[in-house]
Structures are given as structure tokens and as C-alpha cells.
């Protein structure tokens, strides 16, 4: 049996700075093992920290690269801790500030607008400047950043996220250069679809019975588990259309 996900208790005295971006309640602090470190809260009875954590095993199962998860308390709230990902030298510009220089009329401010549709982000991400994740190794086939952000879309609708939103796409930049993820092509959705094929029930399974009884219901994770049954073979209904 597969060792449970352990859990990281964050010092009382821990948090440094907080952090404005997003709706949650959360904050920067330098942990020993990981460095400079995320702290997000969880919002009760949301499963907002288990819900991470998986997504990032999943991303794992899939070969996505992907931002690390561990579950976390601080002073007797849940939440998770994400280490920092940026490179030295490294900043990041979220996807309302890209799609901005794009469009003089771009409603960076808004939560959710209109003018944030697939085609404009394609737009931005396909550029010539825009390069696969840093140190990253993709997949036989996966060649653009376009072609990785396909799996971010794949992911999406496998695990039911509809948290999309013009924050929470961004690039990285380092010394002139853009990394991150974009655009839809058909050998690229074809790649992401074989290799959601490989990851079977057990393996969901197996993740699930990784988190402590105390983070998610029998009935949570039963749930959980079946919306990513259902959406994967929905999913894989669609190969063949491509």
C-alpha cells in the first residue's frame, strides 16, 4: 500500500509576506527542506486542499509539468504549501497583464470578462518567444508551448476546474525570454489524450487512499473519484473525432 501524503506543520511565526493575488488567505514564509514557500488556506468544507494536492498528482500521472503540492496546517486551519517555482531573476506576468499589451481595451481589472476566450490567450502563447517550461522534459511529440497548454485544457476538463480565470495562467519571464504553456493542435490534443489513457482507476484510486482520513469523507473522495472516471472516458470518447 502506497504511504499516506504527509502533512507539513508551518510555524506560528512563519508567515513573512502576504499574498494579494487570488481570494484566498495566504502568505509567503521560508521553509527549511523547501525554501521560499506559498502557504494557501482552505476554506472550510470546501476540500480545497486535497483538491490541490491531487491535481498536482495528477498533473504527475500525466507528465504535465505542474507546480508541488503538500498538504499543511497552520495554527489549526488546513491549507497546503507550494514552493516557490520561479527561477532566479525569474518574474511573473499573469495572463490579464499579457492579454493587456495585447489589447489597448483589455479589462485587466475584471474577475472574469468577456474578452478572455481561448483564441486571445492562443494568440499570446503561440508567439515565437513563448518556450516550453524551463528544465522541463516533454513528451514524444509535444514540441511548442502551444502544444503543452493542450494538457492544461485536458487537465481542466478531466478534473472538472473551472477556475481558469486570467490570473491563473501566466508567464514566466527570465532575461527577455517567455516560459509557460499554450494552444490547441490536433497531434498535440492526440499526445495528451494517450497518455490520459495510461492513467487507470487503480491509480486514482491509489492517490485517494494517500490523503488522511481527517482531510476528506468517504463520500468526497467516492465523488471525487467518479467525476474523474466519467470526465476521463468522456474525454477519450473524443479521440476519435480528431
Request: overall charge negative; aromatic content about 10%; charged content about 25%.
Amino acid at each position: 500500500m502506497s504511504q499516506e501524503f504527509f502533512i507539513v506543520e508551518v510555524p506560528s511565526k512563519a508567515p513573512e509576506e502576504t499574498e494579494e493575488m487570488g481570494t484566498k488567505e495566504k502568505f509567503w514564509f521560508h521553509d527549511l527542506n523547501r525554501e521560499l514557500c506559498l502557504y494557501k488556506k482552505s476554506r472550510p468544507g470546501t476540500g480545497e486542499d486535497w483538491s490541490e494536492k491531487i491535481a498536482a498528482e495528477l498533473c504527475e500521472l500525466l507528465g504535465l509539468p505542474h507546480a508541488d503540492y503538500e498538504l499543511a496546517t497552520f495554527e489549526n486551519s488546513r491549507g497546503t504549501i507550494s514552493p516557490c517555482f520561479l527561477p532566479k531573476a525569474g518574474s511573473l506576468i499573469p495572463g490579464n497583464e499579457v492579454l493587456a499589451q495585447l489589447m489597448s481595451d483589455y479589462p485587466s481589472g475584471s474577475s472574469n470578462p468577456s474578452q478572455h476566450t481561448i483564441s486571445k490567450v492562443f494568440q499570446v502563447i503561440e508567439k515565437p518567444t513563448v518556450n516550453l517550461p524551463s528544465g522541463w522534459v516533454p513528451p514524444e511529440g509535444i514540441c511548442t508551448a502551444a502544444d503543452v497548454f493542450i494538457g492544461y485544457i485536458l487537465l481542466d476538463a478531466w478534473i472538472g476546474n473551472t477556475d481558469r480565470h486570467h490570473e491563473n495562467w501566466a508567464f514566466i519571464r527570465v532575461e527577455q525570454q517567455n516560459y509557460t504553456a499554450a494552444q490547441f493542435r490536433p497531434e498535440a490534443a492526440r499526445i495528451w489524450l494517450e497518455r490520459l489513457a495510461m492513467v487507470s482507476a487503480t491509480n486514482t484510486v491509489d492517490l485517494f487512499n494517500r490523503l488522511p482520513n481527517e482531510r476528506i469523507s468517504p463520500t468526497a473522495s467516492k465523488f471525487a473519484r467518479r467525476i474523474l472516471e466519467i470526465n476521463q472516458q468522456r474525454l477519450l470518447d473524443c479521440s476519435g473525432k480528431l
